[in-house]
């Protein structure tokens, strides 16, 4: 299946039945009075994320989604029927926006979480609402409201803990399949990563995180070089960004100080949160250097890149390395999770306490008099 993650789509909720203006007509009952019902709302459009889904591809051809009217309402105090709800199912981690003012209108980042995105119609009153002590036999009904209409843009944003980044032909395919089931396309050429793909890690029975491989990037890609930025999106998601550097490039003009830092300045021009996240860099193809100036090679390219918050030295070829930087990350994400758990219970554990020191309401003294 191609992937696609993006699309633009319009959705048109049901527009409400009208009321009906209508009396009772019933042999001897020459004045039975109104009956006319309501109309039925219109049906509405939701959003629900799907796990099993892990594309836009639905949505790249079909481009309008129009939920049912509601029906008008009938004489004999009949009300009109409901239009039908319609739901779109989208992967987890589709961003739904306005296309028109760029609001946000969900964020699907758990599976089964479902969000109107187009409210039907109201149904219009019939005449049966409008009796009245000296109004006998109202003509009055209202119209059904119409359903609301919107155009929008539709981003996916892939859900993973760990985010490899790099130049194309870095190794970031070839360490995803050295280090769990995964199995994106290798080869000696560069891009040969068109699409991101997933890949779970496992480090024993109870504790594992999800890896994101998306396509290189290159100097240039914020003016649209290469693939340009289309696929940083998917890394905005994750809690460690690995930066892979091939440290033994083949052609001897290439300088891997200056790809590496071409890297995060790309990063820099398209998203100031994703260049804050805590990002380590690895260091990938020592098995290609001679071990007698392994040391030196990398020793030297770290005095050049500058400092960092952590780096690494493995061979994703072989697996060289790739154990202790896996089990490194386990424990960055279990602590980054123990932190933000922690978090979260002090503000509720807060909250409980602010709503405990507020005072009730008073209560009632007993009467005297009912004693």
Not at 58 to 75: C, H, I, L, V, W
Not at 187 to 203: K, N
Not at 264 to 281: C, F, G, M, S, T
Not at 330 to 356: G, I, M, P, S, T
């Amino acid at each position: 299946m191609k992937f696609f993650d993006e699309a633009r789509i319009d959705v048109i909720a049901g527009d409400g039945g009208n009321g009906a203006a209508t009396f009772r007509r019933e042999k001897f009952v020459p004045r039975g009075g109104p009956d006319g019902g309501d109309g039925g709302r219109g049906g509405s459009v939701y959003a629900e994320a799907d796990r099993n889904l892990n594309t836009l591809i639905d949505y790249r051809y079909t481009r309008s989604f129009r939920a049912q009217r509601g029906e008008n309402g009938r004489g004999s105090d009949c009300y009109g029927k409901g239009g039908e709800d319609i739901v779109l199912r989208m992967p987890v981690g589709t961003v739904i926006s306005n296309l028109e003012t760029g609001e946000l209108i969900a964020d699907l980042d758990e599976h089964g979480k479902r969000v109107m995105v187009a409210r039907g119609g109201k149904g219009g009153l019939g005449n049966l609402h409008f009796k009245s002590s000296v109004n006998r036999a109202p003509r009055k009904r209202t119209m059904g409201e119409e359903g609301e209409r919107l155009s929008l843009h539709l981003e996916l944003k892939v859900l993973a803990d760990v985010g490899l980044l790099g130049m194309p032909n870095a190794g970031k395919s070839t360490f995803i399949r050295s280090v769990s089931a995964a199995r994106p396309k290798v080869g000696d050429y560069p891009f040969t990563t068109l699409h991101p793909s997933l890949g779970v890690v496992r480090t024993d029975d109870a504790r594992s995180f999800v890896i994101a491989d998306i396509p290189g990037l290159i100097e240039g890609a914020a003016d649209g070089a290469g693939l340009g930025h289309q696929f940083l999106r998917h890394l905005q998601r994750t809690h460690l960004l690995l930066h892979l550097v091939d440290i033994a490039p083949f052609d001897p003009d290439v300088d891997p100080v200056h790809e590496a830092k071409a890297i995060v300045e790309e990063l820099r021009k398209y998203d100031d949160n994703l260049y804050a996240k805590p990002r380590w860099l690895v260091l990938n193809k020592i098995d290609l250097l001679p071990e007698d100036e392994r040391e030196a090679r990398i020793n030297s390219f770290l005095e050049a890149y500058g400092p960092v918050e952590r780096h690494f030295e493995i061979s994703a070829i072989n697996g060289g390395g790739c154990r202790p930087l896996v089990f490194a990350i386990q424990e960055h994400l279990d602590a980054e999770r123990a932190r933000v758990e922690a978090e979260q219970a002090r503000k509720e554990a807060e909250a409980a306490a602010e709503a405990a020191d507020q005072p009730g309401e008073p209560q009632a003294k007993d009467d005297p008099a009912q004693s």
